[in-house]
């Protein structure tokens, strides 16, 4: 799940990224309000966090403008703002939450999961799909109610196709949803990737699979491919 990350602090942006990778999300960082307006044109993020203080502008002004937009994703905002009046123009602005400095790394994941459990957004925490089911909160993948280990980036994959199952998803979709501007991606990254995670479905006795439909995408459904 791709993350817009606006924040111009490079040691805390490096810190806020490192835990939502480590949540299973993709961020992108940026620390402009130029390059955050610019990224949301160039990509669909599932939501953003948003801080105040930009060296070119007000963080509200990238909430303002994406609310404005017919399909605005979920936006949460973070600063050291912490007046009641900040908090109100934060909120009226349309951010969907407002969280301070200092923080913990674990309450800004709950915050963002929540928002993006709310009704339009895009997360359930549970996603189960016959003998195979997907804690996405603490990340474990389970067949017959075995754990089975499972890297990073197939565990994205997997959860990108679980919320679409019984759906093709197109390679370019995987692409925007798995990997971010920074990421060493090549033409066969994605099929490689789903060459993997078949291979560790099988393996664990999933009767799931991930289905190929050439020259369209890929879908993960009932029986082996």
């Avoid at 990224?17 to 992108?28: H, I, T, Y």
């Avoid at 009046?85 to 934060?90: I, K, L, N």
């Avoid at 925490?125 to 993948?141: C, I, K, M, Q």
Wanted: aromatic fraction near 4%; charged fraction near 25%; proline fraction near 4%.
């Amino acid at each position: 799940m791709r993350i817009l990350l606006v924040e111009d602090n490079d040691r805390l942006a490096e810190f806020i990224s490192s835990g939502l990778r480590n949540a299973g999300f993709v961020p992108d960082v940026f620390g402009t309000v130029a390059d955050a307006s610019a990224a949301f044109d160039a990509a669909a993020y599932q939501a953003a966090i948003v801080d105040l203080g930009l060296p070119d502008g007000d963080g509200l002004d990238i909430v303002r403008a994406q609310r404005a937009k017919a399909a605005p994703c979920p936006m949460m905002v973070l600063t050291a703002r912490d007046g009641v009046s900040d908090r109100v123009s934060g909120l009226n602005a349309g951010a969907d939450d407002y969280l301070l400095k200092p923080f913990a790394m674990e309450e800004l994941i709950a915050r963002l999961r929540a928002i993006l459990r709310r009704p339009g957004a895009a997360l359930s925490v549970e996603l189960s799909l016959s003998n195979l089911a997907f804690d996405t909160a603490g990340r474990e993948v389970r067949v017959d109610g075995k754990v089975v280990s499972m890297p990073r980036r197939e565990m994205e994959m997997l959860e990108h196709l679980l919320r679409r199952s019984g759906k093709v998803v197109s390679k370019r979709s995987l692409e925007e949803g798995l990997y971010g501007f920074d990421d060493d991606v090549t033409p066969n990254s994605v099929e490689v990737l789903v060459s993997r995670l078949r291979k560790r479905l099988q393996q664990s006795g999933a009767q799931v699979g991930v289905h190929t439909l050439r020259g369209i995408g890929y879908m993960l459904a009932d029986g082996a491919p």
